[in-house]
């Protein structure tokens, strides 16, 4: 059992995956970083466009990624009280959120079109359609660890002294939930 | 060598070697040509050495990744490769195709030969890389097919590493990106694209794959560093290049009648493609730091040790100079270009393959290593050959900032020929460079001819007195 008193530890999880979150969250970086240059430059523009999104749905996927975000959470603590199946479970939860994630998005998507929105309308639909199917490609990379750390959850392949795997994959869902905040913040809302 | 049949490895090893070679003596003709347009007029004009220079390097490259293959799936998978024999027909069959190509290339004029070999029937000829006859392509895919059988039946029956199966998913890739290959359209703008579905795709794609198999296992079997740790770097590096290198592709679409919005996703994307390289640098020195054992193979580690260096210098720092879309705008398609492609390939792909062949060949032929006399031969060529390449590297840079300035900027330009004609210093060093590069090479083949065997009593004497 954790305690404050317990001496902090290093990253959670495998090293490996914090260079590899390192190296997305520097792209992602670059490519936020990008979208504010060009907005810079075409103000207007980018208030304008920004209208024709859906923020409901938008704020409604935040919620979710949040939540699934809280369920991964919940299954680290439980693999930690050594409780593969409810380990299992909660991944469970997360990963049917993140079907949900992206059956909202692919609606979201089918409306864009629907009403004239491509990468070729003007610069601020292409950012945005760019940076939510790049985010996209994401979610379902991280629902595809979620789904190997779940499946080995079950089988009982982790326990109280050994759960790293856990953590790793906990770990890139976090960062996939993170992207998303910010995304949204900056494509969606911020004006 | 721990399975008899890694054996058929040693002919692709020989064979490459004999096409580098090949390669270099037709780059040192078309440079020449540079400067001496009539040079080897009619016999050999500059197209046809062209095209041979780099038709060459293709073919040996992809020798000695199918030698590394046939070396390293069954060490790999624990278990001898499915059918020896068949690698061993395929080795005929592709170097006898290599040759002929060759032949036609250089007895046949061009229109000729596309007539002469079905291309009304299925236009495919006339495209840099793909200069190749119909009835060749057919055939380098069969080759292709055939090495995947083989080692894909390897792997079934033997232990699954996440090295085997990132090299052998690469090599599928490998064959299904070359078939665009077979698409040719009229239309210029489709046309270009399945062109660089094929070259980006493999050079900034599977290659990077191939490369990083290669020197994951290496760096295992020299340094003795866990499996898992090595697999663990690859996974990342692999994870790089690919989120990268696929939307990176549009470094290739700016100026090709392709959407607007590929300026900003080539840009973006291919900026980043120099990340993977810089962690296949640090992964590289990581390993070494951490070995275990003084590997007696010296020479090995040298190329192994180079290559993420220069392949990041080639591909990442050149690569990065000409990738973003308003610099592009001006260096399209000049020396820089050349500059670049020349360090790149150089780096990531020949030194990757010069660093297997390095490391498996001693043991092809029944030792761990060779003599140290042998050794220094080697390593002598590999710096040879490095410093001359970057030469070539640097003057090819100089020319390409020249026509930058004089025929694409200011309110004045000049006209290409012209232009040329300024640059003709430039054109010399490169062809000094070639040629001490030629030299590099032949002192590094000089080292395959010297006999014996890596001495551990003169080590252990030459410690003992210290």
């Known amino acids: 059992m954790e305690n404050i008193s317990d001496p902090p530890h290093a990253l959670p999880g495998d090293f490996a995956i914090w260079v590899f979150i390192f190296a997305e969250l520097t792209v992602f970086g670059v490519l936020f970083s990008a979208f504010a240059f060009a907005r810079a430059a075409h103000v207007d523009l980018f208030n304008q466009s920004q209208l024709a999104l859906n923020r409901g749905l938008g704020a409604a996927n935040t919620l979710v990624l949040v939540t699934s975000s809280y369920f991964v959470a919940r299954a680290t ?94 770990s890139y869902w976090h960062m996939v939930d993170l992207v998303w905040i910010i995304l949204f913040a900056l494509v969606y809302v911020i004006r | 060598m721990k399975y008899e049949s890694q054996r058929v490895a040693k002919p692709y090893f020989i064979a490459a070697l004999a096409l580098f070679a090949g390669q270099i003596v037709f780059g040192l003709i078309a440079g020449f040509q ?34 590394a293959a046939y070396y390293i799936v069954p060490e790999e998978a624990q278990t ?42 299925l236009p495919t000829m006339g495209r840099g890389y793909l200069e190749q006859p119909l009835p060749v392509k057919i055939g380098i895919v069969l ?121 900003w996703l080539g840009s973006i994307f291919s900026a ?18 951490r070995r275990r054992r003084e590997h007696p193979n010296k020479a090995a580690m040298l190329w192994a040790m180079g290559t993420p260096i220069v392949a990041f210098l080639g591909a990442g720092l050149w690569g990065f100079m000409i990738t973003l879309a308003p610099v592009q705008n001006y260096v399209h398609g000049t020396n820089l270009t050349a500059a670049h492609g020349h360090l790149a390939f150089f780096g990531a792909y020949a ?10 060949m001693p043991l092809l032929r029944g030792r ?45 330009p000049l006209g290409f020929m012209q232009v040329q004609s300024k640059e003709r210093v430039f054109f010399w060093l490169r062809e000094f460079c070639g040629l001490c590069f030629f030299g590099g090479l032949v002192v590094y083949l000089r080292s395959f001819f010297m006999s014996g065997e890596y001495e551990y009593s003169d080590e252990a004497i030459r410690a003992l007195a210290s």
């Not at chain 2, 490769?81 to 027909?89: C, D, G, M, R, V």
Request: charged share 10%; proline share 2%; glycine share 10%.
């Open chain 2, 34 to 67: 540079y400067l001496d347009g009539t040079f080897l007029f009619p016999e050999i004009p500059f197209d046809v050495a062209h095209m041979s220079h780099t038709n060459l390097l293709i073919v040996w490259l992809l020798m000695a990744f199918m030698g």
């Open chain 1, 77 to 170: 603590r439980a693999i930690k009280d050594g409780r593969g199946l409810l380990c299992g479970h909660w991944l469970t939860g997360a990963l049917g959120l993140g079907v949900v994630f992206l059956a909202l998005k692919l609606f979201e998507f089918h409306q864009d079109y629907a009403h004239g929105i491509t990468l070729s309308t003007n610069l601020f639909d292409m950012f945005y359609l760019s940076l939510t199917f790049f985010h996209f490609m994401h979610v379902l990379m991280g629902m595809a660890i979620l789904a190997v750390v779940a499946y080995k959850a079950y089988a009982g392949r982790y326990g109280v002294e050994d759960h790293a795997g856990v953590e790793t994959g906990g």
């Open chain 2, 80 to 121: 001898e490769l499915y059918s020896p024999k068949l690698a061993l027909i395929t080795f005929w069959v592709f170097l006898g195709a290599a040759v002929l190509t060759l032949f036609g290339y250089l007895f046949v004029p061009y229109s000729q030969l596309a007539a002469m070999t079905g291309d009304k029937l």
């Open chain 2, 368 to 412: 761990e290593a060779n003599s140290a006399a042998a050794q220094r031969w080697e390593m002598s060529g590999f710096w040879i050959m490095v410093i001359s390449m970057i030469g070539i590297t640097l003057a090819l840079t100089g020319a390409g900032i020249v026509t930058a300035f004089l025929q694409r900027m200011g309110a004045h």
């Open chain 2, 272 to 289: 980043l493609e120099p990340i993977p390289f810089i962690l296949l640098i640090a992964f590289a020195f990581k390993m070494l730091l």
């Open chain 2, 143 to 263: 080759v292709a097919l055939s090495l995947l059988f083989n080692i894909t039946m390897t792997l079934l029956k033997g232990r699954k590493t996440s090295l085997n199966l990132i090299l052998i998913g690469a090599l599928w890739g490998l064959a299904l990106l070359f078939l665009p290959a077979f698409y040719f359209p009229i239309d210029t703008v489709k046309a270009s694209y399945s062109w660089w579905w094929i070259v980006h795709g493999w050079v900034e794609g599977d290659w990077e794959l191939i490369l990083g198999a290669l020197l994951g296992f290496i760096l295992i079997k020299m340094t003795g560093v866990d499996r898992e740790i090595v697999e663990k770097w690859l996974y990342v590096i692999i994870a790089m290049t690919l989120v990268t290198g696929i939307i990176g592709i549009g470094h290739h679409y700016y100026f090709i009648g392709a959407p607007r919005y590929w300026i």
């Open chain 2, 351 to 360: 030194m990757v393959s010069l660093a297997i062949i390095s490391y498996a």
